[in-house]
């Protein structure tokens, strides 16, 4: 392959293949994890940032490298079917991309460093066996608490208690996202029993934050909770199911679970979540979410 193929994808082709319209949650991840790790150490956050978007961007490329068989009979519009990028290209991408971002977590230390192997081959996994089990779900729910973890090993306070809990309610969310997300290709009847799991941040805000934090817990529920059900009325209670916009909406809720998640946090923060939100909403105009 010649160096003008290798640099052939336009630069739209690279957003869509690497789905940088879910970036602002992976960075409201590492901002939620590192606060509950106890903050701190700010040094490490570029690369903090700069670890977790390139394994997120690996992943989305070697995602599409290993779909290309399923994308070509179902999914012609994606990058590689349609003949935007070449298969090579997408590989060596994606695999670089996972080296880089390896690096720069590993570059923080022995913990985040073994946790940022834990989640590379996560990935990995992920990518290689989604379409053939419907345990998939659950690996990608592990790797958005393994993002958790990572973040807040960064922080003075390191891996935390609630730091693992909210990463579980976390993970707990994206499972049902997952479920929800595989009726947008595949054929059969849509399980309702996963949007139960989406109420699963709530349920553990709702526990564990009392007294002065409570009004701000509830709060946020709210309005996490009013945009599930926004979300889930372009499936369930619409006369044209779209899971596609549903499963897009929810993805950017990530952001209102990650808020909700440190409803503790100085209110400079919340500004920092909400800014997230709104720029995952924009980003999904121009790219798509799925």
Aim: charged residues 10%; proline residues 4%.
């Amino acid at each position: 392959m010649t160096n003008d193929e290798f640099l052939m994808p336009s630069l739209r082709t690279l957003l869509i293949l690497g789905r940088v319209s879910n970036l602002p949650t992976i960075w409201s991840n590492c901002l939620a994890g590192w606060w509950l790790g106890g903050a701190g150490h700010v040094q490490k956050l570029p690369f903090l940032f700069a670890g977790t978007t390139l394994l997120y961007v690996g992943g989305m490329f070697l995602n599409d490298a290993f779909d290309v068989e399923f994308d070509r009979q179902h999914r012609m519009e994606r990058p590689i079917p349609s003949g935007a990028v070449n298969l090579e290209t997408v590989w060596r991408w994606g695999l670089l991309w996972l080296a880089l971002g390896a690096g720069c977590l590993i570059w923080l230390g022995e913990l985040t460093g073994t946790l940022a192997v834990a989640l590379t081959g996560c990935i990995v996994l992920y990518d290689a066996l989604h379409k053939h089990t419907a345990l998939a779900p659950l690996l990608m729910g592990l790797c958005r608490w393994l993002v958790y973890l990572i973040a807040a090993s960064t922080g003075i306070n390191r891996v935390t208690g609630w730091s693992i809990w909210c990463g579980l309610a976390l993970a707990a969310y994206i499972v049902g996202v997952s479920y929800l997300a595989r009726r947008e290709s595949l054929l059969g009847p849509l399980r309702y029993w996963p949007c139960l799991l989406l109420s699963v941040p709530i349920v553990l805000a709702l526990i564990m934050n009392t007294n002065q934090f409570r009004e701000a817990a509830l709060l946020i529920s709210a309005v996490l909770g009013l945009w599930i059900l926004r979300a889930l009325r372009q499936t369930m209670w619409s006369p044209q199911p779209n899971i596609g916009r549903t499963v897009s909406w929810l993805l950017g809720g990530i952001v209102l679970v990650d808020w909700l998640a440190v409803a503790d946090a100085p209110r400079q923060l919340a500004f920092v979540f909400i800014a997230l939100f709104l720029t995952a909403l924009l980003l999904q105009r121009s790219v798509p979410a799925t």
